[in-house]
């Protein structure tokens, strides 16, 4: 099975931070990688797939970046309702692994 | 809009079973694999399953595989999970979601995903 471990597991931030989460592989993936995004009682939400590719109605504010077994998701300036856990996936073979989270929180 | 609404879950007794349902909307349903992730409380998200759209190809976890069984209605545009044998560390909200294209590919994700149904496992 390939293993993800997202660093770091949470993070404090202030609104208007640059934020940055990543993600590693236990073996290369090449860019079948996703993130999504999870508020406290609601469903995932996809936010990138293909390790870049910005899901239709996420705001532009988000990115993804890496390739191989390291990937990054940034966030450019955090918003109030940003503030959630993150989880990276890969795809590129079952199981369909996900990373443990990264919460991000109100500093 | 695409919208999926599961249901069934319950609280089971350890070894029982249960059924849970995902009915579809929005889109046409045979044209896509559907997945099962379940995140048990307060922890992360765990695939459980995948079936492609027209159900002869399915995918399980090690740790439902033998106890659990995925399978659709493509009429009835409904995705169930059987559940069997169920254990104490199978508690946990589990999410139907749609997968990306008709089987389950390099290049599938998960979207969107449904609300979830709580499943709970306790004597």
């Known amino acids: 099975d390939i293993q993800m471990t997202q660093s770091p597991s949470s993070l404090s931030a202030s609104v208007g931070d640059r934020v940055t989460i990543t993600c590693r592989a236990s073996?290369?993936?090449?860019?079948?990688l996703n993130w999504y995004q999870q508020k406290p009682g609601k469903a995932p939400k996809l936010l990138i797939y293909?390790?870049?590719s910005l899901q239709s109605g996420v705001p532009s504010g988000f990115s993804g970046s890496g390739s191989g077994t390291d990937f990054t998701l940034t966030i450019t300036s955090l918003q109030p309702e940003d503030f959630a856990t993150y989880y990276c996936?890969?795809?590129?073979?079952?199981?369909?692994?996900f990373g443990q989270g990264t919460k991000v929180e109100i500093k | 809009d695409v919208q999926l609404l599961e249901s069934g879950g319950d609280l089971v007794q350890p070894g029982g079973s249960l059924r849970l349902s995902c009915a579809a909307s929005?889109?046409?349903?045979?044209?896509?694999?559907m997945s099962w992730v379940r995140q048990a409380p307060g922890k992360g998200l765990e695939w459980v399953s995948t079936?492609?759209?027209?159900?002869?190809?399915?995918h399980y976890a090690d740790s439902v595989k033998g106890r659990f069984t995925v399978s659709r209605d493509n009429s009835k545009n409904t995705l169930y999970l059987q559940m069997n044998s169920l254990r104490v560390e199978d508690r946990a909200v589990y999410y139907c979601?749609?997968?990306?294209?008709?089987?389950?590919?390099?290049?599938?994700?998960?979207?969107?995903w449904g609300q979830g149904t709580l499943v709970t496992v306790s004597s």
């Open positions: 293909a390790a870049s």
């Open positions: 979601a749609k997968d990306r294209g008709l089987v389950v590919a390099v290049s599938n994700w998960f979207d969107p």
């Open positions: 079936i492609s759209g027209s159900g002869d190809s399915t």
């Open positions: 073996q290369s993936i090449s860019s079948y």
């Open positions: 996936q890969q795809s590129y073979s079952t199981p369909r692994t």
């Open positions: 929005g889109f046409t349903f045979s044209n896509y694999a």
